[in-house]
């Protein structure tokens, strides 16, 4: 079993460019979570999803959309890259969602850099 | 939305000294919390949680305590071993209709074990 597996691991984007994050889950977890992990904070919720075709907003979702076409897959999607979006993103998946046991599976990260 | 904090950023304990680590939380209906641990460049890993039923639980060397009277969470890490050495994050999650699993996190304790 693979988990969570995010890509890509690290990119450097420019100011206005846009980008794709992509991750697979082969865990048959119905929720995903974006976030994002900025120095000395703990994790924010970007978006999440509760099953395949489905999409809701969580603390900071602006300037991000997200896409869950097929239940493993959970995309994050940058339009137009800013520096303020300079940050690790984590995806998570979680079997039950509402009763969360035993917390979620994290995928590795994805450091991502806005120049 | 409501938050979960630490009283300590950084601690830093001998090998096989006992380690402790503080949480406080302030949403009083939160009903399941959860440490992570977080080495450098992975994402986080689970090592355990607890429910608001319960004011103690033990894993293998670790024990988490919940103070619903002051809303406090604690990690007890049994003589800490140089491996031990990483980020904390405490998290919480409200059961109720609406939060989809979604944990609001803590902003992590670094915790540096010395030979």
């Known amino acids: 079993n693979a988990g969570v597996t995010q890509t890509p691991k690290f990119r450097v984007l420019k100011t206005g460019q846009s980008m794709t994050l992509l991750c697979a889950q082969d865990?048959?977890?119905?929720?995903m979570y974006w976030y994002r992990q900025d120095p000395g904070m703990g994790l924010r919720l970007i978006h999440y999803s509760v099953g395949e075709g489905t999409t809701a907003k969580g603390e900071v979702p602006d300037g991000y959309n997200v896409s869950r076409l097929k239940k493993q897959n959970f995309l994050l999607g940058l339009e137009s890259a800013a520096p303020s979006q300079t940050s690790v993103y984590f995806c998570?998946?979680?079997?039950?969602?509402?009763?969360?046991?035993?917390?979620?599976?994290f995928g590795s990260g994805t450091r991502l850099t806005v120049v | 939305g409501e938050s979960v904090g630490l009283h300590l950023p950084t601690l830093s304990v001998q090998e096989g000294d006992n380690s402790i680590i503080n949480c406080a939380y302030s949403?009083?209906?939160?009903?399941?919390f959860i440490w992570y641990k977080q080495e450098s460049g992975k994402g986080p890993q689970f090592i355990i949680d607890?429910?608001?039923?319960?004011d103690k639980r033990q894993g293998q060397r670790v024990t988490v305590l919940l103070n619903k009277t002051v809303k406090h969470l604690s990690l007890q890490i049994a003589a800490t071993q140089p491996g031990d050495s990483a980020v904390y994050f405490c998290?919480?999650?409200?059961?109720?209709?609406?939060?989809?699993?979604?944990?609001?996190f803590g902003q992590g304790t670094i915790l540096t074990v010395h030979p």
């Open positions: 865990m048959n977890h119905e929720y």
């Open positions: 998570a998946s979680s079997l039950t969602g509402g009763r969360v046991d035993y917390g979620y599976t």
């Open positions: 607890i429910r608001s039923n319960m």
């Open positions: 949403n009083s209906a939160s009903d399941y």
């Open positions: 998290a919480e999650n409200f059961a109720g209709g609406t939060s989809y699993g979604k944990l609001t």
